[in-house]
């Protein structure tokens, strides 16, 4: 089946700490996201692709890094440089005019 | 830029009950919109969809039309169930910035009591 796999599904990280969030596609979109949701929030883009080895800042990029280059996969790296990284983090790709699919989602929570 | 109002919730009803959760748009340029639903502790799915002015979208039993006069996309359903509990996402996509990303309003919690 095709879709978006999102791992781990929880994710605790130390004051100081990098953590990586996996985010892998297998429906051959080309365009990919990150986005961050706060508790009785919408959606805030952090991160966008829209082809391979190319990204752009969303809204809120500071203290988060990513990386494409592979069509398939779109990690984030949430940094200690991100001062309140606790939140619940969606991954999307999309092809145009169909809207974007999600994955599953990480809850990452600072310990 | 783009931005997305919905009405706050929750929306509180009974079952059988008719909904609507209001949305009104800003952007640039001829918008596609988007209804998602989110269950707790899951991602989105996409409910429904509309890309031009007049469209309905449709999908088990929710439909929302495409209204470019007054820039909005208000999502209804006839009879609500208890199964239709869930925070529902309206969301729009512009290419004219060079981003084909979504923009998503905060969200509406729907709660449904048998």
């Known amino acids: 089946d095709g879709g978006i796999t999102q791992s781990p599904k929880y994710l605790f990280r130390k004051e100081g700490q990098n953590v990586t969030l996996s985010c892998e596609q297998n429906l051959n979109h080309d365009a990919m996201y990150w986005y961050r949701q706060d508790p009785g929030q919408g959606l805030r883009l952090i991160y966008y692709?829209?082809?391979?080895?190319?990204?752009q800042k969303g809204d809120i990029a500071e203290g988060y890094s990513v990386s494409r280059e592979k069509k398939e996969s779109f990690p984030l790296t949430v940094t200690s440089a991100q001062k309140n990284p606790t939140a619940f983090y969606l991954c999307a790709s999309s092809i145009r005019g169909a809207g974007a699919f999600f994955g599953q989602g990480t809850r990452l929570t600072v310990v | 830029g783009n931005s997305v109002t919905q009405m706050e919730g929750p929306v509180t009803l009974s079952e059988e009950a008719f909904l609507t959760i209001n949305c009104t748009y800003t952007a640039t340029g001829y918008p596609s919109l988007f209804w998602y639903v989110q269950y707790p502790g899951e991602g989105l799915q996409l409910l429904l969809k509309a890309t031009k002015a007049d469209d309905k979208g449709s999908n088990k039993g929710f439909e929302a039309t495409y209204r470019k006069e007054t820039t909005s996309f208000h999502l209804e359903k006839g009879s609500v169930q208890v199964s239709d509990s869930a925070v529902y996402f309206c969301a729009l996509s512009s290419s004219d910035t060079g981003r084909r990303a979504l923009t998503f309003g905060s969200g509406t919690r729907l709660q449904v009591q048998p």
């Open positions: 692709s829209q082809i391979v080895n190319d990204f």
